[in-house]
């Protein structure tokens, strides 16, 4: 009974999370409209670059644990380096993307979302609308997630584990990939430009492709004891 409050609280808190736009719809459309057409142009950060290596740094850190996990593939992490790296050039340095649709699709006089958070980072002023708070928390739900599966995977190396089944492993078997996704979805709401239009479906579906790929490799090596595992954990949530 316990372990199956443990599994409903998660799917509960994930369910309301993929309603709650539905409370906000004018404000997340024009926060949409405003950044998908460029219109954003007059109200984003730009040249803030010690916001642009602090980010890229702390976001290559949670690559880390899923080395741990099974063995590196380089040009997979090369491809997810390279979008957090252009992200937040564009987000905080050059905002290419958005100066490319402003070009085409720029409308004069359309109001930009109201922030309703305003704060500083490294002494740029920054703000959130109603939308990019919602990816906020989407991304603070999946690095909770990502450190959360690097415990228990440090945990599973110390004690010299076949793989990981323990900590968050015992409810998930993928929690670090289903943090990535979490990950990708909240920058897209939060920054829903040409470039996250088109590569936050591509990263999603290759983190849940080395999700599957990875279980096979599991079934092949451990067989029977990894299918007991599989019949208590769920394959995301």
């Known amino acids: ?13 994930i369910l309301v999370l993929a309603v709650l736009p ?10 949409f409209y405003v950044y998908l057409t460029g219109t954003i142009i007059s109200g984003v950060v730009i040249d803030a670059w010690p916001v642009v290596v602090a980010s890229i740094l702390v976001f290559a850190l ?27 050039v564009e987000m905080y340095g050059i905002p290419l993307s958005i100066l490319f649709a402003s070009k085409y ?7 930009l979302p109201e922030n309703v958070i305003e704060f500083k980072l490294l002494g740029t002023g920054l703000g959130m609308d109603h939308a990019m708070l919602y990816g906020t928390v989407l991304m603070i739900l999946g690095m909770i997630l990502i450190v959360l599966g690097w415990i228990s995977l ?5 004690r010299g584990d076949n793989f ?9 078997r993928n929690p670090q990939y289903l943090g990535f996704m979490l990950l990708i979805i909240g920058w897209f709401f939060g920054w829903p430009t040409i470039l996250t ?7 999603i579906y290759k983190y849940y492709r080395a999700a599957r790929a990875e279980e096979k ?13 599989q019949s208590r954990a769920k394959f995301l949530i």
């Not at 009974?1 to 409903?8: A, G, P, Q």
């Not at 699709?105 to 109001?111: H, I, K, N, S, Y």
């Not at 490799?217 to 595992?229: A, C, S, T």
């Open 197 to 203: 239009l088109i590569f936050s479906p591509i990263l």
């Open 164 to 172: 990981a089944s323990s900590g968050i492993y015992r409810y998930s």
């Open 1 to 13: 009974m316990i372990k199956k409050n443990f599994v409903t609280v998660p799917r509960l808190i």
């Open 62 to 88: 949670f690559l880390i644990p899923l080395t741990y996990r099974k063995k590196a593939k380089w040009l997979d992490y090369s491809l997810v380096g390279a979008f957090f790296v252009s992200l937040f």
């Open 154 to 158: 440090y945990r599973q190396v110390k």
């Open 22 to 31: 539905l409370f906000f719809l004018g404000e997340f459309y024009n926060h």
């Open 105 to 111: 699709l720029f409308q004069a006089g359309v109001e």
């Open 217 to 229: 490799d599991m079934l092949n090596i451990y067989g029977d004891k990894y299918l007991e595992y």
